[in-house]
Structure formats: C-alpha cells, structure tokens
C-alpha cells in the first residue's frame, strides 16, 4: 500500500495543480466536497475565470484496488462520447486529477433512479458507451471477484462463514456463463447512486470510471438493477433499451450477474474495512451486501437463470 493521510491536503492540492503550464502562479481558491467513499474532491475556480473544475486526489491505499493508469484511458473515452466530463489534466504520479463541472448537472439519488426515463437513458448511455468503446486491458466479472477476494485474504479481512457456499454458487454461474460465451467491451464496473448525475431534463452523465475494463457489458446492467433494486418489467425495459429487445438469456446473464457482483462488492467493502482510513462503516456494508447475495443466490430465478443460458 502507498500514500499517507496528508495533514494538509489544498497544499498538496495546490503545489499539484501548480504543474499545470497554464495554471502556474495563478491564484486558485478551493471548496472540499463532502461527499465520496473513496477519494478527496473539491471545486476549484481559477482567479479571473467564472468557470469552476473538479478536482481529484487519489485517497490512501486505493492504488491497491484502482487501476489508475486504465480509470484515465477509460475517463477519456467515456468523455468522447458525450456521456462523462472531459479531463483537463492529470498528473504523471496519477496524484491529482482535474475534471471538467457538469454545471447544471446534480448527483443522482435513489429517488431519481426511480423515475423512468432516468433509467432508460442511463441504459441509453451504456448501450453507447458499450457498443463504441473497448479499453486496452481487460477484467471479467469474474476476475474482478477473484482479485477482491484474494485481496481480501491478503490484508486479513473478514469473511463470511458461508464463503465457499457462495463462491460454489458463483462458480456454477461462471460455467453457465463461459459455455455461453461472452462479447467484451468498456464497462464501467460501478453503479455507486452518485456515480450517475442528471440534468433538469434527465440528461444522464456518468462519472468515476476508476474500476472500468473490458467485460461483458451485462456486468453494467446488472450493477445498475442491483443498486436500485430493479426487476419485473423494469428490469425487462433496461434490456430492451440497452439491446432493442428483450431476451430470456439476456435478462438470465443479468439475474446472474448480479449476485455475483454483489458478493464482488461485499468483498471490495470487507477490504476497505481493512485498509480504508475514511470514517465509513465498510463492514456493515460489507455485511448488507452479502445478506443480498446469499437472498439473490436462494431465489427461485437464480436456479432459472442457470438453465436459460
């Protein structure tokens, strides 16, 4: 692990965007957002200009989770089609990241990703993002669930007593999924509420593209569907918007990926409990997240998943 809790970080912060040819010796001012689990954020005007930029720092120890050099491959791509912020500038360490503001634009809630044509165009942008973009490395659902544990092992994090049963019911969706093959593509491997942001008429952009790889761009709708509880005809719209159409083996890949996604996630959060500094409950969250694996595992429609691929 690398990179300590700075006591001050806007004067990190600064000496950083200092580096910047054309920002150097201009007077900047800082405004931290509280927000995030990962990372330090702030707004940042430059004297003289009316238009704000986002700021990004890395926070401790997320160098062992994060690919950085392939979030900035993937930030810029998803810039290109219209759906993420444009880059300014990021430092050749990867220690600060300077984004274009979406102005106008506001961190989506659980309540938004209730309204309908919110969760149609998210599913729009994935179908653009996915069916234009590829990444120069790639990682399966899968091996996303093989680091994170190993990971977890490594740092001595906690977990659950029924593991082996969950990754035996994983391995069976791997089989399922490998026999059916799999056409990989840039995803964006995260559906934190936040990550997507809206506009007063429902334009959707996405952010924080920090865990993005190739992968089976299902992994995205599934992410989605898990994080707002999606299913029924809801679930069936999100496919036919991203595909043109319903099907019975997309919507299967979909039921499965999401319990393997979540039990993905609950290892990332066990980690974090580990090695985060941030005053976050990651083991509570840890522990909701597997709560929703083993229900999601024990469902009638995981077992007819298996089958309709």
Not at 47 to 73: Q, S
Not at 167 to 186: F, H, P, S, V, Y
Not at 240 to 253: N, Q, S
């Amino acid at each position: 692990m690398s990179g300590a809790v700075l006591i001050e970080p806007e004067i990190e912060l600064e000496r950083q965007l200092d580096a910047i040819p054309a920002w150097r010796g201009r007077t900047k001012t800082f405004d931290r957002i509280q927000a995030g689990i990962t990372n330090l954020n702030w707004f940042v005007r430059l004297k003289g200009e009316d238009k704000r930029y986002f700021a990004k720092m890395p926070g401790p120890n997320t160098d062992v989770f994060i690919d950085r050099e392939l979030a900035h491959e993937a930030a810029r791509k998803a810039a290109d089609t219209g759906y993420a912020p444009g880059i300014v500038h990021v430092a050749d360490d990867g220690a600060v990241e300077v984004h274009e503001v979406l102005e106008g634009f506001r961190s989506c809630n659980v309540g938004d990703l209730l309204d309908g044509e919110v969760r149609r165009n998210i599913a729009e942008a994935y179908r653009v993002i996915h069916s234009t973009q590829s990444l120069s490395r790639t990682k399966t659902g899968f091996e996303q669930l093989r680091e994170r544990l190993a990971q977890v092992r490594h740092y001595g994090g906690r977990l659950p007593k029924d593991v082996d049963y969950l990754l035996w019911q994983t391995g069976r969706a791997e089989q399922a999924i490998n026999a059916a093959g799999m056409n990989l593509c840039m995803c964006f491997n995260d559906a934190y509420v936040t990550n997507y942001m809206i506009d007063c008429d429902r334009n959707v952009r996405i952010i924080d593209w920090e865990y993005a790889s190739n992968n089976d761009p299902y992994w995205d709708l599934a992410m989605f569907a898990g994080e707002t509880f999606l299913d029924g005809r809801a679930l069936q719209e999100l496919i036919e918007v991203h595909d043109g159409t319903w099907t019975p083996e997309a919507a299967a890949r979909v039921s499965l990926y999401a319990g393997v996604g979540l039990l993905t996630w609950g290892f990332w959060a066990a980690l974090q409990a580990k090695i985060s500094v941030i005053p976050f409950d990651f083991a509570k969250y840890s522990e909701l997240l597997m709560m929703r694996v083993r229900a999601q595992m024990a469902s009638p429609r995981w077992e007819e998943a298996l089958l309709e691929l």
